[in-house]
């Protein structure tokens, strides 16, 4: 199974259930949304270490679209979504999707599934939405109850832990600026 990774303390809960179940997870870093580019690297390295840690395999982006994903943030309906969470959530699924097809996986999930910051229920229906369009299976579990634990492990392996979803938006939010 491929999973889309946002960053090392999701995913190492994550990656502990999946294997729990009898799955050996691939993870894939791809989150164009994380701004600014400092913020990207950090969460990159993060995961990079969960790799020699746990020796689960990441596949990482080669690219950082971060203009495709600010104008599909800034104007999610003339892409074809409701809001920025739902445009962003899309983009990364569907990526991740493509890389799943390309490397002959039939199933897919996201670690976003673990965190109570995001829209799990919008998380699953676009999840399903490109499952369906791309002939895939998403794996969907709410594993919500293994974040502070997942936290708790990142803190103890001195990982970076984000303060913000990563996004531009989510930050002048956090804030308490106007977006």
């Known amino acids: 199974m491929l999973v ?3 960053c090392a303390p999701c995913s ?11 799955i050996e997870p691939v993870l894939f870093f791809f989150n164009p949304n994380i701004h600014p580019y400092s913020e990207y690297l950090s969460r990159r390295q993060a995961l990079e270490q969960l790799e020699q ?7 990482f982006a080669g690219d950082y679209p971060l203009t495709r994903f600010l104008k599909g943030a800034i104007h999610p309906q003339e892409t074809g979504f409701g809001s920025r969470c ?4 899309g983009m990364r699924l569907e990526a991740t999707a493509e890389i799943a097809c390309d ?8 670690t976003l599934l673990i965190s109570p910051y995001q829209q799990h229920e919008l ?3 676009e999840g399903m939405r490109v499952a369906l369009a791309g002939n895939l299976i998403f794996a969907q579990a709410d594993l919500r109850p293994g974040f502070r634990e997942s936290q708790n492990e990142a ?7 984000q303060k913000y979803c990563g996004c531009l938006f989510s930050e002048l ?5 106007p977006v």
């Not at 190492?12 to 009898?22: D, F, M």
């Not at 739902?86 to 959530?89: D, I, L, P, S, T």
């Not at 490397?103 to 996201?110: R, V, Y």
């Open 4 to 6: 889309h990774a946002c």
């Open 12 to 22: 190492i809960y994550t990656v502990k259930y999946w294997r729990s179940l009898g």
């Open 53 to 59: 840690d746990d020796g689960v395999r990441i596949i």
């Open 86 to 89: 739902e445009f962003c959530y």
């Open 103 to 110: 490397a002959g996986f039939s199933e897919f999930s996201t």
């Open 123 to 125: 998380v699953i229906a």
């Open 155 to 161: 803190r103890t392996r001195g990982y970076y832990r």
């Open 173 to 177: 939010d956090r804030r308490g600026l």
